[in-house]
């Protein structure tokens, strides 16, 4: 019930990740980031136990698609599970297992990788991964929101979209962004005008934690 994309900025090293679903509260289960290691989406029938996994084997010096394969090779549910995957060089994958919800898809790029399930139609991951290249050059967060916005209007999941969020990693240890939208009719266009909200403040914030004597 869930169409999602995890990028990488090649400018600045960001990772982020940025998500949608028919289920309440999407974000908060399904998308984690971290910086310097990558960025993951875990989500179909979710196990948000795998977010940490792969990012620990990210932040221990994996590379995506190794990380993925290991954990994928283990024992589990892992045929419930579809993750989505990139790691702090830019190397990407994604899986979705044969028992994940609907119909489900996934398609990956350097810097990138897309993912869904329960789909209106099976281009959504590939919709959002070619409206995120054409972002290049916007920022991270722009070219994410680009992303949601395009697997939306490719038809999204097969319910009504009712949560959305966002969640990026830049140079410091915590996600300098941390937008969600837990139950909306509009939860994309809602998360839009909270990122427009956000961005100009975002930077203020990491340098009261670093600097507040210079604030």
């Excluded at 990210?58 to 892992?78: C, F, K, Q, R, Y």
């Excluded at 070219?143 to 969020?165: D, I």
């Excluded at 996600?175 to 969600?180: A, F, I, N």
């Excluded at 994309?188 to 009261?208: D, K, T």
């Amino acid at each position: 019930m869930t169409f999602s994309l995890v990028g990488r900025c090649d400018r600045t090293g960001a990772v982020g990740a940025v998500i949608a679903s028919a289920s309440m509260a999407v974000a908060a289960r399904c998308a984690a980031v971290r910086a310097g290691a990558g960025a993951v989406c875990s989500q179909s029938t979710t196990d948000p136990r795998l977010r940490e996994t792969l990012l620990e084997a990210m932040a221990g010096g994996a590379g995506a698609s190794d990380a993925l394969a290991a954990l994928t090779a283990g024992p589990g549910d892992i045929a419930y599970r579809q993750l989505a995957v990139v790691d702090g060089a830019g190397g990407s994958a994604c899986y979705s297992g044969e028992l994940a919800l609907g119909d489900a898809a996934d398609v990956c790029a350097p810097g990138a990788a897309a993912a869904g399930n329960l789909l209106a139609d099976r281009g959504v991951p590939a919709a959002m991964l070619a409206s995120f290249q054409d972002a290049a050059g916007a920022s991270l967060g722009d070219r994410l929101l680009a992303a949601l916005r395009a697997g939306l209007a490719a038809g999204g999941e097969v319910s009504p979209v009712r949560s959305a969020g966002m969640v990026i990693a830049e140079s410091v240890p915590w996600p300098v962004t941390d937008l969600r939208v837990d139950w909306h009719d509009d939860p994309v266009g809602q998360l839009a005008g909270l990122w427009q909200i956000w961005q100009p403040q975002a930077e203020s914030y990491v340098q009261r934690a670093l600097r507040p004597a210079g604030m």
